[in-house]
């Protein structure tokens, strides 16, 4: 199935009610994802809000710690809600706020099922995987996160000021796959408790989270650094209105790496290290100075 950028209707009521929904999602759900996309310039910023809202949505659903929540239950939800995607990207439409948000801005950038469908079945997964394999943990950060970099990839590329001169989708691809894993990878360390002990899943193959150690870490981390260099390396390649934005989430995410490294892993083991707002507003300056280069 393709679809072809520029199907969205005009924009209506509905459409910017739908638009605020899926912004609320991510000022609640995500403090640094939203500080950092203040940055992008529009449509980039609705855009990438509303991809993430549905990312947000999904994530619920799977990791609700609500023990009532069953998987059946859990698992009818998740089938509903990509329903519902499907169904939204052949209409244009759908009941959902945050669904009909998301297909506006997969139709109106080429957002298509080679990416939608991956990312469901990443989350498909949390609903029975709770140790991984190497190759379904290659599979699940490709469609949890990866994927997600793509989405976002073409709505850097559909935004006006992306000139002819800008590198193709294809030769940025990788460097937004790279950022994406980076991302899912460091949230699977500082969550390393909670994904064991709430969520009975290990994520990282033939890692004991019970014996989690320095060495550990340190390997865990020297593999998403390699990401974070990856993804660096395609940023001055971004257009303008995404650049800085982008810069920025680099930043705070190659910050909580080196907070990560300097921390010993029993506490890792216990707590969730954060990046503090006071250090998040610094780094947000520094790609704001950076400015379009």
């Given at each position: 199935?393709?679809?072809?950028?520029?199907?969205?209707?005009?924009?209506?009521?509905?459409?910017?009610?739908?638009?605020?929904?899926?912004?609320?999602?991510?000022?609640?759900?995500?403090?640094?994802?939203?500080?950092?996309?203040?940055?992008?310039?529009?449509?980039?910023?609705?855009?990438?809000?509303?991809?993430?809202?549905?990312?947000?949505?999904?994530?619920?659903?799977?990791?609700?710690?609500?023990?009532?929540?069953?998987?059946?239950?859990?698992?009818?939800?998740?089938?509903?809600?990509?329903?519902?995607?499907?169904?939204?990207?052949?209409?244009?439409?759908?009941?959902?706020?945050?669904?009909?948000?998301?297909?506006?801005?997969?139709?109106?950038?080429?957002?298509?099922?080679?990416?939608?469908?991956?990312?469901?079945?990443?989350?498909?997964?949390?609903?029975?995987?709770?140790?991984?394999?190497?190759?379904?943990?290659?599979?699940?950060?490709?469609?949890?996160?990866?994927?997600?970099?793509?989405?976002?990839?073409?709505?850097?590329?559909?935004?006006?000021?992306?000139?002819?001169?800008?590198?193709?989708?294809?030769?940025?691809?990788?460097?937004?796959?790279?950022?994406?894993?980076?991302?899912?990878?460091?949230?699977?360390?500082?969550?390393?408790?909670?994904?064991?002990?709430?969520?009975?899943?290990?994520?990282?193959?033939?890692?004991?989270?019970?014996?989690?150690?320095?060495?550990?870490?340190?390997?865990?981390?020297?593999?998403?650094d390699a990401d974070l260099a990856a993804a660096a390396a395609v940023v001055?390649?971004?257009?303008?209105?995404?650049?800085?934005?982008v810069r920025a989430a680099h930043a705070t995410f190659a910050e909580l790496?080196?907070?990560?490294?300097?921390?010993?892993?029993?506490?890792?083991?216990?707590?969730?290290?954060?990046?503090p707002t006071p250090v998040k507003l610094r780094l947000v300056a520094g790609?704001?100075?950076?400015?379009?280069?």
């Amino acid at each position: 199935m393709t679809f072809f950028v520029g199907r969205s209707a005009p924009r209506s009521l509905y459409d910017a009610v739908s638009e605020a929904s899926s912004a609320i999602v991510i000022r609640e759900y995500s403090s640094s994802f939203g500080l950092a996309s203040r940055l992008l310039g529009e449509p980039v910023r609705t855009q990438v809000r509303n991809i993430y809202a549905l990312v947000r949505v999904a994530d619920e659903i799977v990791d609700n710690p609500d023990p009532t929540l069953d998987r059946a239950a859990r698992s009818t939800m998740l089938e509903w809600l990509q329903d519902d995607v499907r169904h939204a990207l052949r209409t244009g439409y759908s009941g959902n706020l945050v669904v009909h948000a998301f297909a506006r801005t997969a139709l109106g950038v080429g957002i298509e099922d080679d990416v939608v469908a991956p990312f469901f079945a990443s989350m498909r997964m949390d609903l029975d995987t709770t140790a991984h394999t190497q190759d379904t943990f290659e599979r699940y950060v490709h469609g949890s996160a990866e994927v997600v970099g793509l989405m976002c990839l073409r709505a850097f590329l559909a935004a006006p000021d992306a000139r002819s001169g800008t590198r193709p989708y294809d030769e940025l691809a990788p460097g937004a796959q790279r950022l994406g894993a980076a991302f899912q990878k460091l949230n699977f360390v500082r969550d390393l408790a909670d994904d064991h002990d709430v969520l009975r899943r290990d994520y990282f193959p033939g890692l004991d989270v019970d014996a989690f150690c320095d060495a550990d870490r340190d390997r865990i981390l020297d593999d998403i650094d390699a990401d974070l260099a990856a993804a660096a390396a395609v940023v001055p390649d971004l257009p303008p209105s995404s650049r800085r934005a982008v810069r920025a989430a680099h930043a705070t995410f190659a910050e909580l790496a080196c907070r990560l490294r300097a921390t010993p892993a029993p506490e890792i083991r216990r707590t969730r290290v954060r990046v503090p707002t006071p250090v998040k507003l610094r780094l947000v300056a520094g790609a704001l100075r950076g400015g379009g280069s």
